[in-house]
């Protein structure tokens, strides 16, 4: 019954979100859908060149496949070689689908699905203009879901999205289509949106949000990120660093709060920071059955902790990781790139700044819990 009832729901959104796009191929619409207007005055070219798009590869569309439906630029990220076979999800105008035909060149083929009829005709329409044009003749487009894909299996070398995946109501379903219909060793290119944070309940709800693109978007970021500390000034820091939400370990016993937070399920990972075993044990069973916990802090005594081991079979783990872990050479240079950004706040974190000479001051509040981060000047 329930199986009946998801059925049923998947089938309602897939069929709000055809009725939208019928419209928009009538009408020639933009910005993923939601409306013409939701982009301002930007033109669909306007659109495509602020998303990566070269003028050289815009020049060979016919009128019309540019709707400005696009998020990203698959087909530059594909690295496409002449002769392969690529299939592209949610083809809509046949943006993408020309664009990577150009660079498969007369040895290779590239196949649009679209599950909706009217971006199915459209896209066909423009067929003669871009064989016209570019003398190719090695497009085909074809109507279909996402979810089950009018393709054979393992046919396909490359697999391409644009913005189209976050309005299926059965993400997973197209991912095993995708495996499906890929040749041994293929490679897949998605552009889309993602969200850094929950939207709001009425946002979620939202059928315009889910043709815009927006309510459909999975998840990329970490949510929620709780901190655990004695210390409300160290709490405070926490929350500037991006924590969600903070618990003051020595008002409250912290577990129940935490699987509230984690809707009962635990944690994907649980961080243990203070090398304190009982901490570590505490880390432990606020972890899910299928995440991580990590051994951080140095350890201040050797203690037994209890673990269930069954859970070990489905991918649980526990691990020590030594000063986190660092690799230098990948995250130090993510790390600048991250502070340029403006999104590691590496600055708020610097309560102390202390000479060479006093470093043994620098060290003792760090000790006494004083300090967030000391900097030491060399000079
Ligand atoms: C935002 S538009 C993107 C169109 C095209 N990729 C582009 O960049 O111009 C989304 C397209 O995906 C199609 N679509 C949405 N959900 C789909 C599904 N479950 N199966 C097949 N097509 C789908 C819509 O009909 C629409 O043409």
């Not at 995250?331 to 700044?353: A, C, N, V």
């Not at 620098?362 to 300090?371: F, R, S, T, Y």
């Amino acid at each position: 019954m329930a199986k009946q009832v998801d059925i049923e729901k998947d089938e309602n959104v897939r069929e709000s979100v055809r009725k939208a796009y019928s419209e928009i191929a009538k009408t020639d619409g933009s910005c993923c859908g939601a409306s013409a207007s939701s982009c301002g005055s930007y033109s669909p070219t306007d659109l495509s060149r602020g998303i990566g798009y070269s003028q050289e590869d815009l020049s060979i569309l016919p009128d019309g496949a540019n709707m400005g439906l696009s998020c990203g630029n698959p087909t530059a990220l594909a690295g496409l070689k002449p002769g392969e076979f690529v299939l592209d999800l949610g083809s809509g105008g046949g943006f993408d689908v020309f664009i990577a035909a150009q660079k498969v060149g007369k040895d290779g083929f590239v196949i649009g699905t679209d599950m909706t009829p009217e971006m199915i005709t459209k896209a066909r329409n423009s067929i003669k203009k871009f064989t016209e044009k570019t003398g190719l003749s090695n497009v085909e487009f074809r109507l279909g879901e996402i979810e089950h894909l009018p393709i054979e299996d393992e046919t396909m070398d490359v697999v391409i999205s644009n913005c189209v995946i976050n309005l299926s109501p059965d993400k997973p379903q197209v991912w095993r289509e995708i495996a499906r219909v890929l040749k041994p060793g293929g490679r897949v290119c998605v552009s889309d949106l993602a969200l850094l944070e929950p939207l709001p309940e009425k946002v979620k709800e939202s059928a315009a949000a889910l043709v815009g693109c927006i309510s459909g978007a999975v998840l990329v970021n970490a949510y929620p990120i709780v901190a655990i500390d004695l210390n409300d000034t160290k709490l405070e820091w926490a929350r500037n660093f991006g924590a969600t939400h903070t618990v003051n370990a020595s008002h409250t016993t912290p577990d129940s709060v935490l699987m509230e937070l984690s809707h009962g399920q635990g944690f994907d990972a649980a961080v243990d920071t203070t090398g304190i075993t009982d901490v570590f044990q505490t880390a432990y069973n606020m972890t899910s059955k299928t995440g991580k916990t990590v051994m951080a802090g140095v350890l201040h005594h050797e203690k037994p902790i209890t673990i269930d081991a069954f859970p070990l079979h489905f991918g649980r783990q526990i691990i020590g990781s030594h000063g986190g872990d660092t690799q230098p050479d990948v995250d130090i240079p993510r790390y600048i790139r991250l502070y340029q950004l403006g999104k590691l706040k590496l600055d708020e974190q610097i309560t102390h700044r202390y000479g060479l000479d006093d470093i043994n001051k620098a060290i003792d509040v760090v000790q006494k819990g004083e300090a967030g981060k000391c900097l030491i000047s060399m000079s």
